[in-house]
């Protein structure tokens, strides 16, 4: 992976645990997904007039994507209606690349070296760690399948993307795409579980939405790009480092409890960091 590839991936790791602490702190989750969802959709729209139109397979490539960046949404707005930042988004970021690997391992075309297997392993052994707490401090276990849920949905889209994005030749123009399918998923969900009544809402909480969903695209199209011209399993498992910056917003900003064994699985992160860059 080129450094400045490797610069631009830890860049939309901060958007990325922004957004997400965006959605924690609100009230309703699920209300502020949905709005985070529609705004980026909008947003995608407007990109598409920009680029050039997906044709033949790039649309199932698409169709798959939106599907699964709606399931990943549903599953983390749960999550977080049972648990914190710094518990929920490292057990949902964590097993991600952990799932990328094995999965890509069998079908992928890419190379990856033994040492940065290693790294992406220590990355993932540094976020569970982090996870711990859940079942130390007798936090709410609940958030645990739900969290895991929104992992194998992350793994499911950055193998799908990835490869759509390369197939589409064009990064601006999927990731543009997938946004517009993920909201008339998302919104149809949700208007058909939560009636109408979702979507109507102050200003304030739109504005949140429209700054969680700009935020949210910015980061996803970073990393569709660095998928096009990296090791998907290692775009993946670099994103990751969001979690030691979701870390310190949850416990900065948020006021979320720390720990040593936060600090120690930080360090483990960032030891994987390290491996890989070797």
Same mark, same amino acid.
């Given at each position: 992976m080129e450094f400045y590839v490797f610069l631009a991936v830890l860049f939309a790791a901060v958007l990325h645990a922004s957004w997400n602490a965006v959605i924690r702190g609100g009230g309703d +989750?699920? =209300?502020? #997904?949905l709005l985070l969802t529609l705004t980026?959709?909008? /947003?995608?729209?407007?990109? !598409?007039?920009? !680029?050039?139109?997906?044709?033949? @397979?790039?649309?199932v490539w698409l169709l798959g994507s939106g599907a699964l960046h709606t399931a990943y949404k549903l599953f983390l707005a749960a999550a977080y209606q049972h648990g914190d930042l710094s518990r929920v988004y490292p057990i949902a970021r964590g097993s991600a690349p952990m799932m990328v690997?094995?999965?890509?391992? &069998? *079908?992928?075309?890419?190379?990856? =070296?033994?040492?940065?297997? *290693?790294?992406?392993? *220590? @990355?993932?052994?540094?976020? /569970?760690? /982090?996870?711990?707490?859940?079942?130390?401090?007798?936090?709410? +276990?609940s958030l645990i399948p739900l969290a895991l849920g929104s992992a194998a949905c992350t793994a499911g889209y950055s193998l799908v993307d990835g490869m759509g994005a390369r197939v589409a030749g064009h990064a601006? #123009? &999927? !990731?543009?795409?997938?946004?517009? &399918?993920?909201?008339m998923f998302f919104a149809i969900f949700t208007g058909a579980t939560r009636g109408r009544r979702v979507f109507v809402t102050s200003r304030k909480a739109w504005g949140i939405g429209a700054m969680a969903g700009a935020l949210s695209l910015a980061t996803y199209w970073i990393a569709v790009w660095a998928m096009t011209v990296a090791p998907i399993a290692l775009v993946a498992a670099v994103r990751e480092t969001s979690v030691l910056f979701a870390v310190i917003i949850g416990v900065v900003v948020l006021k979320e409890k720390t720990?040593?064994?936060k600090i120690i699985a930080?360090?483990?992160?960032?030891?994987? @960091?390290?491996?890989? +860059?070797?």
């Open positions: +989750r699920f =209300q502020g #997904m980026q959709g909008v /947003m995608g729209l407007a990109m !598409t007039l920009f !680029t050039p139109m997906p044709s033949g @397979i790039v649309w690997v094995l999965v890509g391992f &069998f *079908l992928l075309p890419d190379s990856v =070296q033994t040492k940065e297997y *290693l790294g992406i392993a *220590l @990355i993932g052994i540094g976020v /569970m760690m /982090m996870a711990n707490g859940v079942f130390k401090d007798g936090e709410t +276990r601006t #123009m &999927f !990731t543009a795409w997938l946004f517009v &399918f993920d909201a720990s040593v064994g930080a360090l483990v992160i960032v030891a994987g @960091i390290v491996v890989i +860059r070797l």
